[in-house]
């Protein structure tokens, strides 16, 4: 099953994404990951693209497309992919939609989370996540339960994001308001769209995705 998380910065995607990743043997193919290695890890890439990062802009269809057909041409997935924070325009929708048919692979299902953008506000601002294994934390609504220490790891090494600031958020709601919004009428004519409520329990989340993806 290949499946696209599609919401607002914050609306949970990576963090259902992670969850369906344990479960159901599915690869996440997360854009704004993969640039953020390609940042920690000094390339060019990473070079080009920090400043329009931090700043909360989109980098450019070119590069994100590019990130995307090398991972889909390279990765075997049992389980099926799940797409996070891609496509976020619509020729990364048709470019998503070509590169799919090329591998031979098609798409299932697009979920939007919906999300209010006060509690959007509140869910960036308060999020971190552990450098040593990925796992994502909040301060308001989970904490490790020893503060210093991953639960997961134990590693102390927590980092929280750059663009988790007040402007670039601003910036980050406008493009996903400008940019990404019109998939929603693009995925819904094609008849793959399903809108589930993002607010509430991440369990509570959880349950409704599981739902959409019967
Ligand atoms: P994310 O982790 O998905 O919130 O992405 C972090 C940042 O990476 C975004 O604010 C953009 O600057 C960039 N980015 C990630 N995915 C895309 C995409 N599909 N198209 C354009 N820019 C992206």
Known sequence: MNIILLGPPGAGKG????????????VQLSTGDMLRAA??????????????????????????IGLIEEQLTTTNSAGGFIFDGFPRTLAQADALGALLDKVGQSLDCVVEMRVDDEILVK????????GGCGEGYHDEFKMPSDPAKCDNCGSSDFKRRPDDNEDSLKT?????????????????????LKSIDGLGEIADVKARLAQALV
Request: proline share 1%.
């Open 123 to 130: 869910r960036i601002a308060g999020r971190f996540t552990c």
């Open 172 to 192: 980050r709601l406008m493009a996903y308001y400008k940019d990404t919004s019109p998939l929603i009428g693009y995925y819904y004519a094609k008849n793959q």
């Open 15 to 26: 963090t259902q994404a992670k969850m369906l990743v344990d479960e159901r043997q599915m």
């Open 39 to 64: 940042r920690t890890s000094g390339t060019e890439l990473g070079k080009t693209v920090a400043g329009v990062m931090d700043r909360g802009e989109l980098v450019t269809d070119e590069i994100v």
